[in-house]
Every structure is written in C-alpha cells, then in structure tokens.
Nanobody, 117 residues
Framework: QVQLVESGGGLVQAGGSLRLSCTAS??????????MSWYRQAPGKQRELVAR???????IYADSVKGRFTISRDNAKNTVYLQMNSLKPEDTAVYYC?????????WGQGTQVTVSS
C-alpha cells in the first residue's frame, strides 16, 4: 500500500505561480525506485498526464505545459514537486499525484488549482 498526499493548490491570477507537493509513504515503498507523475482533471474533461519524473531520472511533460512547469523530486523527503509558472486559466483543474507499485496504481486525493483571468 502506498499513500500519496498532495498540497499546495489554491487560487492564483493568470501569470502567477504555484508549487504543488506530493509526499508518499508506505511500509515497503522505496520512493527512489518509482516513477512519480502529476495528472490533472478539468471539469468535463478526462484526466491527463501533466508531468512525469521516472526512477531513471527522465522528465516528461505534456506539450501544453512545456517551458512553464517543472517537475522535481526529493528522494530523501519522499516528495515530488510541480512548480507551475506563467499559469493560464486553462490550467484550472484538480491536480493528482500518481505512482504505480507492484502493478497497482495509486492516486492522491487531489488538490484544486484555480487560475483566474
């Protein structure tokens, strides 16, 4: 079992910044071994991948956020971050942290990000 807890969402004006955090825990979960991802889901839309930081150190971004968002991780703190700059109203969504361990997929509870125009 893996628990993921997100924080850092909120209301921000267009052009502003937010940093999301996701802390993972689990009795047998060795954080550094696993790929960590951020997804988002806007009202009426499907959940989509925003960014991924693989266990090998690769970073993947959705085209819509390239150059504005940065994913990072602190393996000593079991935490993955999503720095979001130059936010746009279309970034408004619930953001979820995600990982896969032993073929089971885990999600956090989500954190709301609202960008006003």
């Amino acid at each position: 079992q893996v628990q993921l807890v997100e924080s850092g969402g909120g209301l921000v004006q267009a052009g502003g910044s937010l940093r999301l955090s996701c802390t993972a825990s689990g009795s047998r979960f060795i954080f550094s071994f696993y790929t960590m991802s951020w997804y988002r889901q806007a009202p009426g839309k499907q959940r989509e991948l925003v960014a991924r930081f693989t266990s090998a150190g690769s970073r993947i971004y959705a085209d819509s956020v390239k150059g504005r968002f940065t994913i990072s991780r602190d393996n000593a703190k079991n935490t993955v971050y999503l720095q979001m700059n130059s936010l746009k109203p279309e970034d408004t969504a619930v953001y979820y942290c995600n990982t896969v361990e032993s073929a089971a997929e885990y999600w956090g509870q989500g954190t709301q990000v609202t960008v006003s125009s």
